[in-house]
């Protein structure tokens, strides 16, 4: 019966992010952005052009995901020591960035169909009013990427390791989305104005569609991998391969890998060896690897006879 207490053995699981700094700064987007798709959607309405109301609308999407980031960054702040949580809550941010990226590409898919129905079926744009409301629009997003992009997608911290926030990324993202759309629609609306081309407003709103879907499906490719326990990291796992098969006649027989949230890994290895050490020896070994936040070491005495040429094996 042990009568020593456990603290000593015991981790905290706590490998979530903590950034404040972009949680405040996606507030204030949250209001700008708000603010500014109140204004697009009225004029896009008013004036007649589908560039401006693609680009309003497509803002309306971004304060739900926006909220999205905000509510991510406060579930897995506050959860951050609930035991319910097997390794912490890291992956409550990435899956924030994850409905993130699926709001983006749905409203790239609703861009190309709005945009292609006003294709087919022109209506009349009051240009003058449009392109004013545009640039409005253009210089708020210009704003709001400022805001997000003091390390939009990395938190450094005193490690030699960036940390991506995938939550964060997906914010700044949007608001790049917004800033591309609002560059387009001014494109295409000085394009009508002084050439006549009005089948460039919605042309534009298909491009900027096309665009939005290309980056939404990036972000759902990182964030995916990461939500499914994927091996994101093949050359972190290669080199705790090779540190712990350096050390004496260590072979690895089990390595799993995966990641905790942003760039926070973990690592169970089982170890085949003629001659076992403490844990703790091994879990030295990996020191340097600070994005490793939680390792489990099994090691297996290798008495038996197949495998006491194992060492002439892997030299080989």
Not at 110 to 130: G, Y
Request: charged share 15%.
């Amino acid at each position: 019966m042990h009568i020593n207490k456990m603290d000593q053995w015991r981790h905290p699981h706590r490998f979530n992010i903590v950034n404040r700094i972009g949680e405040r700064n996606t507030n204030r987007v949250i209001a700008l952005t708000a603010v500014t798709m109140v204004v697009e959607i009225i004029a896009g309405m008013a004036y007649g052009s589908m560039a401006l109301l693609a680009d309003g609308w497509h803002m309306a999407t971004h304060v739900a995901a926006l909220a999205i980031t905000v509510m991510a960054y406060r579930y897995a702040r506050t959860h951050s020591e609930d035991p319910n949580f097997s390794f912490g809550t890291g992956k409550v941010v990435v899956l924030g960035g994850f409905a993130s990226a699926v709001a983006l590409a749905v409203v790239a898919l609703l861009m190309a169909i709005e945009s292609t129905q006003r294709l087919l079926d022109p209506h009349i744009i009051q240009f003058n009013q449009a392109i004013f409301v545009a640039f409005i629009g253009l210089v708020v997003n210009i704003i709001s990427a400022f805001l997000l992009h003091s390390r939009p997608h990395k938190h450094v911290s005193n490690e030699p390791h960036h940390h991506v926030d995938h939550n964060l990324k997906a914010a700044y993202l949007h608001v790049m989305a917004d800033a591309l759309t609002s560059f387009l629609a001014i494109i295409a609306l000085f394009s009508g104005k002084f050439y006549g081309l009005n089948w460039m407003d919605p042309i534009m709103g298909i491009v900027g569609g096309v665009l939005i879907a290309k980056w939404s499906l990036g972000l759902l490719k990182d964030t995916s991998s990461i939500l499914l326990d994927r091996n994101t990291d093949p050359k972190l796992v290669g080199r705790i391969r090779s540190i712990i098969e350096s050390d004496s006649d260590n072979r690895i027989s089990d390595l799993h890998v995966w990641s905790l949230g942003s760039n926070r890994h973990a690592a169970i290895i089982s170890i085949v060896t003629h001659f076992p050490k403490p844990v703790e020896h091994y879990k030295n070994l990996l020191a340097e690897h600070s994005e490793l936040a939680h390792v489990t070491v099994e090691t297996h005495h290798c008495m038996d006879e197949p495998c006491l040429d194992f060492k002439e094996e892997k030299n080989g």
